[in-house]
């Protein structure tokens, strides 16, 4: 594997050093480095203010009872909403084969038992409708659909699925801050790893209801209570310097956003909007993928051989990888293995995006791209 790229697939756009100093001085002045600091308390309600105020549906009694608790990545906080959650172990929670390693682990690391499902072919998604369908069939305790590449997740016909059906539902929004408007009645895990869109180095987020928010935050810090562990917990706090870092980077975020907007507005120039996932057109994902059927591989060497590096985001799925061998997987209907994820991934390259490509990257890309989609 070459690591001498000529143009890298992501680039971390964190805050400065100078932009995070005013933060850390108060760290400094306050001499409190971890659990539960002063600078960890305004991220969570600063942010907390930003989802409720992005999201409209939010009535306004349930809002107040919805909360955001910080951890140590979002693989720690989806572990921890499990947990919190007080699902009957196991659980039997359906979840899609083609998302990142974490989602599923968070699932078997918690007791529960993760049952793989094939994604919509449009949307790249475990939607309500297949969540239905597989419900009807086999027993299913709870659903983790996934915000694949950072497109938001429409949560009402969750909320709509979750009612009727009365299995509940969790979301991995890792690589969707900025995109996912959030529900009072679903819990939602962000990741704020320094190569997300809002990154600070390590860090996760859950915002869910104030009661799933505390227990999740008391499991975080080894189930404290009055001295002793009232049940086994774990150290999953985060640290006051990364919640400067978050600070900082609120103030920072809508120009980060402004700037991979403008990098997305040009591959959509150069290429054409018919060959990115349908929410483009009004969302910056948190990976880009280019859709090009059959021609997956092709693209990898060409951009590869002209030192452009790709990836090849959640390939193979998770039912191939070693560690979930023992997961069930829900078949196709035709009886065949998740088809729609096969043929995704002869469809599917990540091509590179982040905020420092310039006009020159994203023309070279570009042609690279387009000899292979037309040969
Ligand atoms: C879908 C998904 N879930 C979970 C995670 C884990 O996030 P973190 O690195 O913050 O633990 C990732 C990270 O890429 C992800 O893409």
Redesign the pocket.
Known sequence: MQDNWKIKCLVPDLPSAEDVLPYLKRVDQNRWYSNFGPLVREFEHTMASMFKEASPALAATRAERTNVATF???????ELMLRASGLKKPARILTPAL?????AA?IEITGHTPVFCDVDSDNWCLTPEIAKRISEKYQIDAVLP????GYPIELDTWAEFQRDTGIRVFI????ALGNQLIHPDIPI?????A??PFGIG???LLVASDQLVERARNLSNFAFCDGTSREVGTNAKLAEVLAAYGLAQITRFPEVQARRKQVLDQYIALLGEEHFHPLTKDYVP?TLLIDAPGKAAALERALSDARIQTRK??FPPLNEHIAFQSAEIIRGDDGTLLPHIDDLKNRLIGLPFHAFLTESDLQEIASVVSKVLES
Do not use: N, P, Q, R
């Open positions: 140590s990545s979002a693989t720690t906080a989806l998302t990142f390693s974490a989602t968070s996934v915000a694949i590449y991995d929004a890792a690589a895990c962000f990741s704020l790893h190569t997300k390590e860090g996760g948190g985001w959640y």
